[in-house]
């Protein structure tokens, strides 16, 4: 049963436009989000999270929004550019007996067209 | 800076050969993790450990055993390995917490990439 669903394997974007990668989730103990990044041949690096009491954080260029109701979040990158080309992964955070668990998604590709 | 190193970046292996592979981390981290990522699967965990000695199944154990003998050390086996297990194996550390209060994400290494044929 997949948690935690990224339904876009792959989003084109032109270069300065803004890019919009989503996420949806079904577990209502999730407390925190978070996006990382990851290139080829490389592992993921964190990004930005977002605690689930909040609706909106933001960091430079990027700002992740969660719409709790329908269980939804996204990630805004504006302006977006060529090195923002990778593959976006959103996790999601449960805590069980005071232990951290992270449930990633599928990913998305985003690719950046100059 | 946080480092977690995995000691292989590619690994070949024969189906049935026992396969270690070996993730250390230089930040005195209690958590350490095991995932892998496949094509349209995203990152599944494999087993995680919270303390030296300590581990726990994840998703995707079957196939798989891990061992921690020292806090920065944390070994993921294939008792032995099977085609359905070439993939990217990806390890990583993070801090207790306990409940956050922000949460900066977990440090993943670079991965290895396992081959078995």
């Known amino acids: 049963d997949q948690q935690v669903k990224q339904n876009s394997p792959s989003l084109s974007v032109q270069e300065g436009r803004i890019s919009i990668l989503n996420c949806d989730y079904t577990?209502?103990?999730?407390?925190?989000f978070l996006w990382y990044k990851k290139y080829p041949a490389e592992g993921p690096t964190f990004l930005i999270s977002i605690s689930s009491i909040k609706d909106k954080n933001e960091d430079g260029r990027f700002t992740v929004f969660l719409n709790k109701s329908a269980k939804h979040l996204s990630l805004h990158i504006v302006p977006s550019q060529p090195g923002d080309s990778a593959v976006y992964f959103c996790?999601?955070?449960?805590?069980?007996?005071?232990?951290?668990?992270?449930?990633f998604g599928t990913g998305t590709r985003l690719t950046i067209i100059p | 800076d946080v480092k977690v190193t995995q000691s292989s970046r590619y690994l070949v292996k024969r189906t049935g050969e026992k396969v270690f592979l070996e993730c250390v981390q230089d930040?005195?981290?209690?958590?350490m993790f095991w995932y892998r990522q496949d094509p349209g699967l995203g990152l599944r965990l494999i087993y995680f450990s919270y303390d030296v000695k300590m581990k726990e199944k994840g998703d995707i154990p079957e196939g798989y055993s891990v061992s921690r003998e020292k806090k920065e050390r944390f070994s993921l086996i294939l008792e032995s390995a099977s085609t359905n297990q070439t993939s990217m194996y990806l390890c990583a550390s993070s801090l207790y917490l306990g409940q956050p209060t922000s949460h900066y994400g977990y440090t993943f290494g670079s991965g290895t990439r396992l081959t078995v044929v």
């Open positions: 930040m005195d981290h209690e958590n």
């Open positions: 996790a999601a955070s449960a805590y069980t007996f005071g232990n951290e668990k992270l449930t």
């Open positions: 577990n209502s103990m999730f407390d925190y």
